[in-house]
């Protein structure tokens, strides 16, 4: 690992590719679409990227890496996630990954977030990478592990960045409650929060967001889709949501708010991804992105300009909360 004797921000765009997809998430992809999702990322000026061992149990990282490898290191902001040490498995050849993941099983993850766990799993990712330092390091879904990730596992990445190692230290996850207990109880820059602040839901804002406010600490939004429920113009009748089979309730919902979106000339999709922006204290949404076309998709989607008349339609329908979309106040 190379050591900067500075602390600056890591500086995140607004908007980063995520790459549990580049794992095979629920289904294969290649190297050659991983590379080409990233070249028509870069190209379309995307400049954050986000990946973890656990995405394909490694596989995700380096086939970021490689896609990566001959662009200028400074021009890019790269983060990964430790927590979940990989172990060999030569015993789950011709089994499938257990966690979601298309990958023969010959690889298997274990919950590590102690010192030596955090250094080890930090060191291999910059491996697998091919790179010589990332920029952040979540604590990645400690939910049940609050003891010792709130303690050895942020003590070990404070270490690393007041080293200058790492430029911030996070936490991710798609709990806000114990994100808030990170952002108030210790010594973090940035809380990566998947699936709580979206258009569909905003409990985030009942604790994360304001405690982020009140610290100084980042957010940065994940799942802004909800597993896909909110990723179409209308969700399919085997709409995922939370990664499980959505419930009737929340397709009606999903439904109800893409009539307003409708209604003024936008797309569930498009305003699901400019919402989160609209809360002073989200810095950067990850866009979960498995080809160029979806890239495409994405940046067109983020670049959107969605009426007034949306928000404010949304909250008369008692389909958004109105403090979700008055972030001044």
Same mark, same amino acid.
Do not use: C, M, N
């Given at each position: 690992m190379t050591q900067d004797t500075t602390r600056p921000s890591p500086g995140l765009p607004t908007l980063g590719l995520g790459t549990a997809p580049f794992g095979n998430l629920y289904t294969a992809t290649t190297d050659e679409e991983a590379a080409a999702t990233v070249d028509a990322a870069w190209a379309a000026g995307v400049r954050?990227?986000? @990946?973890?061992?656990?995405?394909?149990? #490694?596989?995700?990282?380096?086939?970021?890496?490689?896609?990566?490898?001959?662009?200028?290191?400074d021009e890019y902001v790269l983060s990964t996630k430790v927590g979940r040490?990989?172990?060999?498995?030569? #015993?789950?050849?011709g089994r499938q990954d257990d966690q979601g993941f298309a990958v023969e099983a010959t690889t298997v993850r274990r919950w590590d977030f102690s010192r030596d766990g955090v250094l080890r799993s930090l060191e291999q990712s910059l491996e697998?990478?091919?790179?010589?330092?990332?920029?952040?390091?979540?604590? !990645?879904?400690?939910?049940?592990?609050?003891?010792?990730?709130?303690? @050895?596992?942020?003590?070990a990445l404070v270490e690393l960045r007041d080293q200058g190692v790492v430029r911030a230290i996070g936490a991710g996850m798609n709990r806000s409650a114990m994100l808030t207990r990170f952002v108030r109880e210790t010594d973090v820059d940035l809380v990566l929060c998947a699936g709580r602040y979206t258009l569909l839901e905003?409990?985030?804002?009942?604790?994360?967001?304001?405690?982020?406010?009140?610290r100084g600490v980042g957010v940065v939004v994940g799942g802004v889709y909800n597993s896909g429920l909110l990723s179409t113009r209308r969700p399919p009748a085997d709409a995922q949501y939370d990664y499980a089979a959505a419930p009737p309730e929340v397709v009606a919902r999903a439904n109800r708010i893409a009539d307003v979106c409708e209604a003024h000339g936008v797309t569930l999709p498009?305003?699901? @991804?400019?919402?989160?922006?609209? !809360?002073?204290?989200?810095?950067?949404?990850?866009?979960?992105?498995?080809?160029?076309?979806?890239?495409?998709?994405?940046?067109?989607?983020?670049? @959107?300009?969605?009426?007034?008349?949306?928000?404010?339609?949304?909250?008369a329908a008692g389909l958004l909360r109105r403090t979700a979309t008055t972030p001044e106040s």
């Open positions: 954050y990227f986000d @990946t973890a061992p656990h995405y394909g149990v #490694g596989l995700a990282e380096r086939r970021l890496g490689a896609a990566l490898a001959g662009r200028p290191r040490l990989l172990v060999p498995d030569p #015993g789950g050849a697998r990478l091919g790179v010589d330092r990332v920029d952040v390091v979540y604590l !990645h879904d400690p939910d049940a592990h609050w003891a010792e990730a709130s303690t @050895t596992g942020v003590a905003q409990g985030a804002e009942d604790d994360l967001l304001p405690a982020a406010l009140e498009e305003v699901a @991804t400019v919402f989160p922006q609209r !809360h002073p204290a989200v810095v950067s949404t990850l866009l979960g992105l498995r080809d160029p076309g979806q890239v495409a998709e994405g940046v067109a989607r983020a670049a @959107t300009v969605v009426p007034d008349a949306v928000w404010t339609d949304l909250e």
